[in-house]
């Protein structure tokens, strides 16, 4: 018969050491929420649409549109570039801006909030992409990834979650 000592299951460390990211950084009421988040978000959009006009504009209108043969061949080529070239702005914009000195889009900033990791530092450019990619996936699942930050305990969304990032309210220094 088999009789087990106590729970060998059973964790003997320290509840603390089992949250090593909650440091003196951020706590509770630092995290970002969902509301904040989806405003910073709608402005990074309307940033890279207006961004992308631009550049149609400074090219020209038909910039994609001029007749040649791999658009004959391929009907819809022309959607499909204004689409790729947005979705390359989009993901070097959400990439290189987290992994900046601001940590932080435009639309980030215009809400005081920045993306850390797990203990307060400035991702890598390496994390932001992972964390644009892990938004790919949030998008397919139906967004039900992002509304997550709307119940985790430190208002982590799938993305941020999967590449071990925080959305936090920026704090000033004094």
Partial sequence: MYLPDKNPIENTSDPKDLLSHETTFVNREHYAGFWRRFVAYVIDIIVANVAVLIFLL?????????????????????????????YIFI?????????SKWQATLGKRAVGI?????????????RAF???VAKIVSAITLYIGFFMAGFTE???????????TL????????
């Fill in 58 to 86: 400074i090219f020209g209108i038909n910039f994609f549109y001029e007749s040649n043969s791999l658009q004959d061949a391929l009907p819809g080529f022309a959607l499909f570039s204004r689409f790729a070239l947005l």
């Fill in 91 to 99: 993901l070097l914009y959400f990439t290189l801006m987290e992994s």
């Fill in 114 to 126: 920045i993306v850390t990791d797990l203990d307060g530092r400035r991702i890598s450019a390496g």
């Fill in 130 to 132: 992972g964390r644009f």
């Fill in 154 to 164: 430190r208002k982590q969304a799938l993305p941020d979650i999967i590449a071990g």
């Fill in 167 to 174: 959305v936090v309210k920026e704090i000033k220094s004094v």
